[in-house]
């Protein structure tokens, strides 16, 4: 994993990224004890300087939609402790609230669409971020250095596991933005839990942005327990805004969408599919996120607004 903030008592040391590819982020330790979530059952409670409020769990911290076979999503472990990362699901469609009713097998999706999970023993330490790729070699040709993690042609990077695709083995974000949307599914339940979720771009087509789980799902879903009931998910806000659409040009050094601040109150907190009740889909991305078209590509490099001491035991 990328080492964007290193935890030490309560200081954070940063790292810099050259954006031409000289100077790649140092890796970190992934050692440490494991949580199914960033800081467990601790609640948000350690505000920095700025009076943020640290969230207890992993966050999308940046994404670039264009050119293709530059695109990479970055999660970032804003807590004490280490993640494991094989419960974890990225998605950009809003099929993943059915992930726990496909145990007879995965429906195939559209064309570069997917449901993908982390690869069995990945984790993310405490103040490290993961770098996702669309594809290793060009995102090595363009920023200098390997991802964390491919979602096709893996070579040396690890290889994320497709759980349902399209056609074929791949993934596009589209630029004119559609929701990602990261899930935590234990394998045994009837319901995933929300993560985090952003829309990249400005304007989705129908059925690619932010879709409340109450209509994906209106009868719930009936996992692979035993009981042949389904359960029914909370109503999602499903306000999150779309974000003014950049990278426009064809380079590794033009815009991406990059996180600024945490959650906080531009989220509600009770009443929602995520972790500790959270409504994801509620998140005001335009107050969390930057809205400048010309942002530029960091990968693996979290921006000093988000090195906050970290929440949970560590």
């Not at 992993?58 to 939609?65: A, D, G, I, P, R």
């Not at 990945?122 to 669309?134: D, K, M, N, W």
């Amino acid at each position: 994993m990328r080492l964007c903030s290193v935890v030490l008592g309560f200081a954070l040391l940063g790292c810099s990224f050259d954006p031409a590819g000289s100077s790649p982020p140092a890796s970190g330790d992934a050692s440490g004890s494991m949580s199914d979530a960033a800081a467990g059952s601790d609640a948000a409670s350690n505000p920095d300087g700025g009076g943020q409020v640290v969230p207890p769990h992993l966050l999308f911290s940046e994404v670039k939609t264009h050119p293709l076979d530059l695109e990479f999503i970055e999660i970032f472990n804003p807590g004490c402790e280490a993640v494991e990362l094989s419960s974890y699901h990225v998605a950009d469609v809003p099929d993943y609230a059915l992930v726990p009713s496909w145990t007879g097998g995965a429906p195939v999706l559209a064309n570069q669409d997917v449901v993908l999970r982390f690869p069995d023993g990945a984790t993310l330490a405490s103040g490290e971020v993961a770098v996702i790729a669309r594809e290793e070699a060009t995102f090595l040709a363009g920023f200098g250095f390997l991802p964390d993690y491919s979602i096709r042609a893996a070579t040396v990077s690890e290889q994320m596991v497709f759980v349902a695709r399209g056609t074929s083995e791949s993934m596009e974000l589209r630029n004119e933005g559609e929701a990602l949307i990261l899930v935590r599914w234990d394998g045994a339940s009837d319901l995933v839990t929300d993560v985090d979720v952003v829309v990249p771009g400005d304007a989705p087509i129908d059925g690619q942005g932010i879709v409340g789980k109450q209509d994906v799902a209106p009868g719930g879903v009936d996992g692979p327990d035993e009981d042949g009931v389904a359960t029914q998910y909370a109503s999602d806000a499903a306000t999150l805004p779309a974000m003014t659409v950049r990278d426009a040009g064809t380079s590794a050094t033009v815009g991406a969408y990059q996180r600024i601040r945490f959650e906080g109150p531009a989220e509600v907190a009770i009443g929602g599919n995520g972790i500790e009740g959270h409504d994801e889909t509620s998140e005001d991305t335009r107050e969390t996120w930057e809205q400048d078209v010309g942002t530029l590509p960091t990968p693996g490099q979290v921006p000093d607004s988000l090195r906050a001491p970290c929440v949970g035991p560590g």
